[in-house]
């Protein structure tokens, strides 16, 4: 059986692909990243916001254009939120739903009663992690949130909270590096919920991970700013522990927060952020900011712009509110117009570009190691793209005789390249320093 897997959305959905992927492999069948020579396509949906809704169902519109014959799986938020509207309009041949998640190549191959491969076509498949052109791994920790941010549709559609004992992820990175993964990230809806059950906390986890792990480096995926324990910044002692967090603050305004029954307060978010800079060597953050949250003032968005800008992020993940049906802000009054969004949304990009390259042109001249993760978009083949420890994005020029790909290169870092989102990185003899 060829099986084609698509993903949308966060993180987590990326995680829980590739864990697919290996299980079907072991059952023999081959992962493939055609959907047209496909038997069976999987498709793991999104519902953050209206349109991660409207492009899910694009995507399932084009996976069954695109190969009619092939049987097509659904899960994922929006398969939870709307599974039976979805199944009735999207033709689809099996749903499911996120509690179900962890078994659903079980449930698949009992549906459809899939045969395994021979030993022989086995032993051709690629390893789905690089059949996708990813180099780095995510891995699943942790599933659900029991916070209920005014805003937030995920918490319905994934459930209680629920973390994966120490010792399995343990056991799936080691899996992972012996498989040339060079990297990964650790993920969760709620991952500062870690070990809420009995399991520890997520500063016991990252210890076990690195002290029963040989992966070179690992990430932490989005993690809410109220989370962190007071032991937290000792961990990045260890260097594999990479200095970049993406912190979701959300709102720059403290009554936004509040109508967003957020946990954390712009002076909170910023002791934290000064923390993490005086304790970790190269800290970069990231964040999310929600545009147009309902009842946002002029004075409230002033407010975001100064205080975001007072941070220095160096990417902004920027999201339109959209209301989402059975969230408390979609019944807040006076919901702010597309065209307020709209130009709020402008004003916060050309300021996020703006911090990006103060922040990049302050790394210009150091040297530090990138994981280069392939070619960079149509580019020539001599040039390469990859990432920093803190997550600084840099294009690199290698002769096109040799293939970095997954390969950790030391780069000094020369300029800030003139698309502006990007260092370019030369490579340099071991002998200079930084």
């Given at each position: 059986?060829?099986?084609?897997?698509?993903?949308?959305?966060?993180?987590?959905?990326?995680?829980?692909?590739?864990?697919?992927?290996?299980?079907?492999?072991?059952?023999?069948?081959?992962?493939?990243?055609?959907?047209?020579?496909?038997?069976?396509?999987?498709?793991?949906?999104?519902?953050?916001?209206?349109?991660?809704?409207?492009?899910?169902?694009?995507?399932?519109?084009?996976?069954?254009?695109?190969?009619?014959?092939?049987?097509?799986?659904?899960?994922?938020?929006?398969?939870?939120?709307?599974?039976?509207?979805?199944?009735?309009?999207?033709?689809?041949?099996?749903?499911?739903?996120?509690?179900?998640?962890?078994?659903?190549?079980?449930?698949?191959?009992?549906a459809f009663d899939l045969d395994a491969m021979t030993q022989g076509t086995l032993?051709?498949?690629?390893?789905?992690?690089?059949?996708?052109?990813?180099?780095?791994?995510?891995?699943?920790?942790?599933?659900?949130?029991?916070?209920?941010?005014?805003?937030?549709?995920?918490?319905?559609?994934?459930?209680?909270?629920?973390?994966?004992?120490?010792?399995?992820?343990?056991?799936?990175?080691?899996?992972?590096?012996?498989?040339?993964?060079?990297?990964?990230?650790?993920?969760?809806?709620?991952?500062?919920?870690?070990?809420?059950?009995?399991?520890?906390?997520?500063?016991?986890?990252?210890?076990?991970?690195?002290?029963?792990?040989?992966?070179?480096?690992?990430?932490?995926?989005?993690?809410?700013?109220?989370?962190?324990?007071?032991?937290?910044?000792?961990?990045?002692?260890?260097?594999?522990?990479?200095?970049?967090?993406?912190?979701?603050?959300?709102?720059?305004?403290?009554?936004?927060?509040?109508?967003?029954?957020?946990?954390?307060?712009?002076?909170?978010?910023?002791?934290?952020?000064?923390?993490?800079?005086?304790?970790?060597?190269?800290?970069?953050?990231?964040?999310?900011?929600?545009?147009?949250?309902?009842?946002?003032?002029?004075?409230?968005?002033?407010?975001?712009?100064?205080?975001?800008e007072s941070l220095g992020c160096s990417h902004l993940h920027i999201f339109a509110y959209s209301?989402?049906?059975?969230?408390?802000?979609?019944?807040?009054?006076?919901?702010?117009?597309?065209?307020?969004?709209?130009?709020?949304?402008?004003?916060?990009?050309?300021?996020?570009?703006?911090?990006?390259?103060?922040?990049?042109?302050?790394?210009?001249?150091?040297?530090?190691?990138?994981?280069?993760?392939?070619?960079?978009?149509?580019?020539?083949?001599?040039?390469?793209?990859?990432?920093?420890?803190?997550?600084?994005?840099?294009?690199?020029?290698?002769?096109?005789?040799?293939?970095?790909?997954?390969?950790?290169?030391?780069?000094?870092?020369?300029?800030?390249?003139?698309?502006?989102?990007?260092?370019?990185?030369?490579?340099?003899?071991?002998?200079?320093?930084?």
């Amino acid at each position: 059986m060829r099986v084609n897997l698509q993903a949308l959305g966060c993180r987590l959905n990326e995680a829980e692909l590739q864990t697919w992927a290996r299980q079907l492999q072991g059952q023999g069948h081959l992962v493939t990243a055609d959907p047209e020579a496909a038997d069976l396509v999987v498709v793991n949906t999104c519902a953050v916001t209206a349109e991660a809704v409207r492009k899910s169902r694009k995507l399932l519109r084009r996976a069954r254009r695109a190969n009619p014959g092939a049987r097509l799986v659904v899960s994922g938020c929006l398969a939870s939120l709307e599974g039976n509207a979805l199944a009735r309009a999207q033709d689809i041949d099996l749903l499911v739903l996120n509690r179900d998640k962890d078994r659903l190549v079980t449930i698949t191959t009992q549906a459809f009663d899939l045969d395994a491969m021979t030993q022989g076509t086995l032993e051709q498949a690629t390893d789905p992690l690089f059949v996708r052109g990813r180099q780095r791994a995510f891995v699943k920790v942790q599933d659900g949130c029991r916070h209920r941010c005014t805003f937030c549709i995920v918490t319905l559609a994934r459930g209680e909270e629920r973390s994966r004992p120490i010792a399995e992820v343990v056991e799936e990175i080691n899996r992972l590096g012996t498989e040339g993964v060079k990297e990964v990230v650790l993920t969760g809806v709620h991952l500062g919920g870690y070990g809420n059950e009995g399991r520890g906390d997520l500063s016991t986890l990252i210890r076990a991970v690195l002290a029963g792990t040989d992966m070179p480096r690992i990430r932490m995926g989005s993690l809410e700013p109220w989370d962190l324990s007071a032991g937290f910044w000792e961990l990045f002692a260890d260097r594999r522990l990479m200095s970049h967090l993406h912190l979701p603050l959300q709102s720059g305004s403290d009554s936004v927060l509040r109508r967003m029954a957020r946990r954390c307060r712009t002076r909170d978010f910023a002791r934290l952020t000064e923390t993490a800079r005086k304790r970790v060597a190269d800290f970069n953050l990231t964040t999310d900011i929600i545009v147009g949250f309902p009842g946002e003032t002029q004075a409230e968005w002033q407010q975001t712009l100064s205080f975001v800008e007072s941070l220095g992020c160096s990417h902004l993940h920027i999201f339109a509110y959209s209301p989402r049906a059975g969230t408390k802000a979609a019944t807040m009054p006076g919901q702010v117009g597309d065209r307020i969004k709209k130009d709020r949304s402008r004003q916060l990009h050309a300021l996020g570009r703006r911090m990006k390259r103060e922040i990049l042109e302050h790394f210009v001249g150091r040297r530090l190691p990138v994981l280069v993760e392939g070619h960079y978009g149509d580019s020539p083949e001599s040039e390469w793209f990859g990432y920093t420890p803190n997550y600084l994005p840099v294009r690199v020029g290698i002769d096109a005789a040799e293939d970095p790909t997954n390969r950790i290169l030391d780069l000094r870092l020369t300029a800030v390249h003139e698309d502006g989102e990007h260092l370019v990185g030369k490579r340099t003899p071991f002998d200079i320093t930084a």
